[in-house]
T-cell receptor, first 113, second 118 residues
Framework: GENVEQHPSTLSVQEGDSAVIKCTYSDSASNYFPWYKQELGKGPQLIIDIRSNVGEKKDQRIAVTLNKTAKHFSLHITETQPEDSAVYFCAAKVVRGGNQFYFGTGTSLTVIP | NAGVMQNPRHLVRRRGQEARLRCSPMKGHSHVYWYRQLPEEGLKFMVYLQKENIIDESGMPKERFSAEFPKEGPSILRIQQVVRGDSAAYFC????????????????FGNGTRLTVT
């Protein structure tokens, strides 16, 4: 099955700096890659996603890039703010006989004011 | 448009009791997923259901755990004879049926049920 690895597990940045989280996947059949933000005591919330026919997608301060050849995708947060502090999860979806999602192990991001 | 609703938010059970966790998917969603999360850990897949069918239960322990998603009503995750190791946050997620341009649709998560076994 699919194996998603996520790095780093923890990340601290100064407010205003950029943060980058990287994920790799193993199954070349994966073709949908969402990113989730989980705040304390809440469920993961979708923040951005990218489909395999696109190399980059941007939404205000958040961008995601996908390299299908290398099987990796990254989340970029620019001009970080304290409210960006949360745990971020990447995921890969294999559309083969069903809709199975495989999650990374999460990155705890702390933005220092 | 209400999101994924889970209840209860917190559930305390003594060892040996049963825990029943409920999940109402978003309106129009017919796929439900259950995940388990231990403190400071990732999301561990348990089971994937469509209405009246279990599609994939490869992540669910064979004993004491069961899940259903009936034609009417919420999806239920049932844990019988709970043990301390069952203490965790259990998240439900839903997605619409079918695929969007063959690429699938995102999961929408509820806020979880935090189970504590004493």
């Amino acid at each position: 099955g699919e194996n998603v690895e996520q790095h780093p597990s923890t990340l601290s940045v100064q407010e205003g700096d950029s943060a980058v989280i990287k994920c790799t996947y193993s199954d070349s059949a994966s073709n949908y890659f969402p990113w989730y933000k989980q705040e304390l005591g809440k469920g993961p919330q979708l923040i951005i996603d990218i489909r395999s026919n696109v190399g980059e997608k941007k939404d205000q301060r958040i961008a995601v890039t996908l390299n299908k050849t290398a099987k990796h995708f990254s989340l970029h947060i620019t001009e970080t703010q304290p409210e960006d502090s949360a745990v971020y999860f990447c995921a890969a979806k294999v559309v083969r006989g069903g809709n199975q999602f495989y999650f990374g192990t999460g990155t705890s991001l702390t933005v220092i004011p | 448009n209400a999101g994924v609703m889970q209840n209860p938010r917190h559930l305390v059970r003594r060892r040996g009791q049963e825990a029943r966790l409920r999940c109402s998917p978003m309106k129009g969603h017919s796929h439900v997923y259950w995940y388990r999360q231990l403190p400071e850990e990732g999301l561990k897949f348990m089971v994937y259901l469509q209405k009246e069918n279990i599609i994939d239960e490869s992540g669910m322990p064979k004993e004491r755990f069961s899940a259903e998603f009936p034609k009417e009503g919420p999806s239920i995750l049932r844990i019988q004879q709970v043990v301390r190791g069952d203490s965790a946050a259990y998240f439900c997620a839903s997605s619409p049926s079918g695929h969007v341009l063959g690429h699938g649709s995102p999961l929408h998560f509820g806020n979880g049920t935090r189970l504590t076994v004493t």
